[in-house]
């Protein structure tokens, strides 16, 4: 069983850093993309940063020279650094692991949510 369990969201004043962790069981991990989404209030759910398991990172505009994704395949984890954040970025930020079987098919687990809220 695929467990995703993220940790340190929370309170922060705008232009200052948060560090998103996300740890995971149940094997995979090292042959896995993962993801960060986030939903805010009234939004869709929108994926901010992916790395695929070879490394390969991507960003959407808005925070590109600001957040960092990484991971740890020997801890099973995938971070997420958030420098300079803006109230914009306020919103629950949700890991996503995606495995894709040898046909092809794709797999997707979440995490459950951890809040970020940034005060200006």
């Known amino acids: 069983q695929v467990r995703l369990v993220e940790s340190g969201g929370g309170l922060v004043q705008a232009g200052g850093p948060l560090r998103l962790s996300c740890a995971t069981s149940g094997g995979f991990f090292s042959i896995s993309d993962m993801n960060w989404y986030r939903q805010a209030p009234g939004k869709q759910r929108e994926l901010v940063a992916g790395i695929t398991r070879d490394g390969s990172t991507n960003y959407i505009d808005s925070v590109k020279g600001r957040f960092t994704i990484s991971r740890d395949n020997a801890k099973n984890t995938v971070y997420l650094q958030m420098n300079s954040l803006k109230p914009e970025d306020t919103a629950v930020y949700y890991c996503?692991?995606?495995?894709?079987?040898?046909?092809?098919?794709?797999?997707?687990?979440w995490g459950q949510g951890t809040q970020v809220t940034v005060s200006s």
């Open positions: 996503n692991l995606v495995l894709t079987g040898g046909t092809g098919r794709r797999s997707d687990y």
